[in-house]
Structure formats: C-alpha cells, structure tokens
C-alpha cells in the first residue's frame, strides 16, 4: 500500500507568514493528490485537487504543487482563521490514503 | 444543496452490533462513489472503503477488510457503515464523504460525523 508521509507534524507561524506543508508518497502517484484543511470538531475540508487545482470557494493564499512522489501545500500569508489541521490524500486503483497529519499553531 | 447528512452518536458495549448511516441530497446518490473515514480521539483520519450505490461496487481498506461491512440503499439514498461485534478500540468519529471519481480523485462533500463510543 502507498504510504504518505507529511511533514512537519506541527509547526507554529504568525499571522502573515507564508507556510509550506510536505507530502511524500512512497510510490509515483501522477497527480493524485489532494489536500484539506480540518478544524477542531469539524469534519475535513477539501481545499486541493489533483496537486495543484484549487476547490471553488477556497481562498488563493492557498497553492498545491508537485508530481509523483513530493508534493507541496502552500498558505502564501497565514490568517487567523487558517489555524488548523492539514492532510494530504493520495488515490491509486482504488485504494485511499492519508498522511498523518501537520498542525498549524498560532506562533 | 448537496448534503451528506449522518445518524446521530451511539453508545455501545464490546461485543454489540452497529449500523450507522449517511443520506445524500441535492445530487445524484446513485452516480458518485461514498467512502467511510475513521478518526479515532486526537488522532488522525483513516480511509476504511468506498461504496458506488449506483451497483454496490465496493472496495475496503485492507485494514478495515472483515472488520466492517459497508453497504448501501440507492432507493432511500443511504449508505451504511456497520460492525457485527464491536470493539472498545472502535471508538472514534466516522465520517462519510462523496468521493469524485473523476478529475478530483478526491472527497469533496463530507458528512457532519458519527461518534460511536464503546464502553462496558
């Protein structure tokens, strides 16, 4: 099964920071990728699809990146209210999977 | 408005049987694949499978295979997530979410949560 693994874990920033989140899958995956946003008691979010397209509605500070196995989300000026939880999900014949996780803190 | 709308909290004990939902609206239910996704207290998410209503397709985690089953009611726009003999280590949220096949290869409508707590 392909693996993911996001780093860091967590990370403090300030407001206005520009912020970058790694994934790394342990095989080629194109571009099957995505990225959401959870905040606590809430369910997920999905900001990024196919690395690098941004879902309707989410703000432009966010960007994906990347191809095969490194990939990239990034939050190019950090506001208060994108204090939360991020994943990464990979898709391939079928089978999901996320990685574990980075949480964003208010520096 | 496209929805995924869950049943509500359970409590259980070790060794009951379970079956939650999760009722689409707004879209077409037979035509998009929804997966279940567990998260456990403070920890992160777990994809366990996906189900496509339109024909019962269904593919599991290999780490949720014989745990769970997964199925789904296209005529009610419903699908289940259920556990023959539960567990204490069962306890956590479930989420159900639609998964885009297509270009996104990714879940773009999630359902509010089901916690299930199981406890003697």
């Known amino acids: 099964a392909i693996q993911l693994t996001q780093s860091p874990s967590s990370l403090s920033a300030s407001v206005g920071d520009r912020v970058t989140i790694t994934c790394r899958a342990s095989q080629g995956i194109s571009s099957a990728l995505a990225w959401y946003q959870q905040k606590p008691g809430k369910a997920p979010k999905l900001l990024i699809y196919d690395a690098s397209s941004l879902e309707s509605g989410v703000p432009s500070r966010f960007s994906g990146s990347g191809s095969g196995t490194d990939f990239t989300l990034t939050i190019s000026s950090l506001q208060p209210e994108d204090f939360a939880t991020y994943y990464c999900?990979?898709?391939?014949?079928?089978?999901?999977?996320f990685g574990g996780g980075t949480k964003v803190e208010i520096k | 408005e496209v929805q995924l709308v869950q049943s509500g909290a359970e409590v259980k004990k070790p060794g009951e049987s379970l079956k939650i939902s999760c009722k689409g609206s707004g879209y077409s239910f037979t035509s998009y694949w929804i997966g279940w996704v567990r998260q456990m207290p403070g920890k992160g998410l777990e994809w366990m499978g996906i189900?496509?209503?339109?024909?019962?397709?269904?593919r599991y985690s290999p780490s949720f295979q014989g745990q769970v089953t997964i199925s789904a009611d296209k005529s009610i726009s419903t699908a289940y997530l259920q556990w023959s003999s539960l567990k204490a280590s069962d306890t956590a949220m479930y989420y159900c979410?639609?998964?885009?096949?297509?270009?996104?290869?990714?879940?773009?409508?999630w359902g509010q949560g089901t916690m299930v707590t199981v406890s003697s």
């Open positions: 189900i496509y209503p339109g024909d019962s397709d269904t």
């Open positions: 999900q990979q898709f391939n014949s079928y089978t999901l999977t």
């Open positions: 979410a639609r998964f885009r096949y297509d270009y996104m290869r990714a879940f773009d409508i």
